[in-house]
């Protein structure tokens, strides 16, 4: 069994050998087996993804938490990065001015 799409819209559709410009033919099974496997496809791609709205908005605002989160430690990190570089720094000049006192003591006889 075929369908047939006719341009001409007459109310006697016509069986076309070749496909025109003007109408398209379609297995009757095929067409059904399509919009099936469209179906199934659609419908398993809606169970995988498919969040209820309240869920989806409470992950949203989880996610933009988490975000926050992230953004402080990130900061922190940061400013403990400057206090370490900043007690090397001390510590290093303190290394050397002791460094520079031992060098000037007289040294003793053993």
């Given at each position: 069994m075929y369908l047939l799409f006719d341009v001409h819209a007459n109310d006697n559709p016509v069986k076309y050998d070749n496909l025109s410009k003007y109408s398209l033919l379609f297995s009757n099974k095929q067409l059904e087996s399509e919009i099936e496997a469209?179906?199934?496809?659609?419908q398993?791609?809606?169970?995988?993804h498919?969040?209820?709205q309240g869920k989806e908005?409470?992950?949203?605002?989880?996610i933009l938490s988490q975000e926050n989160k992230i953004q402080r430690?990130?900061?922190k990190v940061q400013d403990l990065r400057r206090q370490l570089v900043q007690c090397r720094n001390e510590?290093?000049?303190?290394?050397m001015e002791l460094v520079?006192?031992?060098?000037?003591?007289?040294?003793s006889g053993v």
């Amino acid at each position: 069994m075929y369908l047939l799409f006719d341009v001409h819209a007459n109310d006697n559709p016509v069986k076309y050998d070749n496909l025109s410009k003007y109408s398209l033919l379609f297995s009757n099974k095929q067409l059904e087996s399509e919009i099936e496997a469209s179906r199934s496809l659609i419908q398993s791609d809606k169970e995988q993804h498919h969040i209820p709205q309240g869920k989806e908005s409470v992950q949203e605002k989880k996610i933009l938490s988490q975000e926050n989160k992230i953004q402080r430690l990130n900061d922190k990190v940061q400013d403990l990065r400057r206090q370490l570089v900043q007690c090397r720094n001390e510590n290093h000049v303190e290394l050397m001015e002791l460094v520079t006192e031992l060098d000037q003591l007289p040294l003793s006889g053993v």
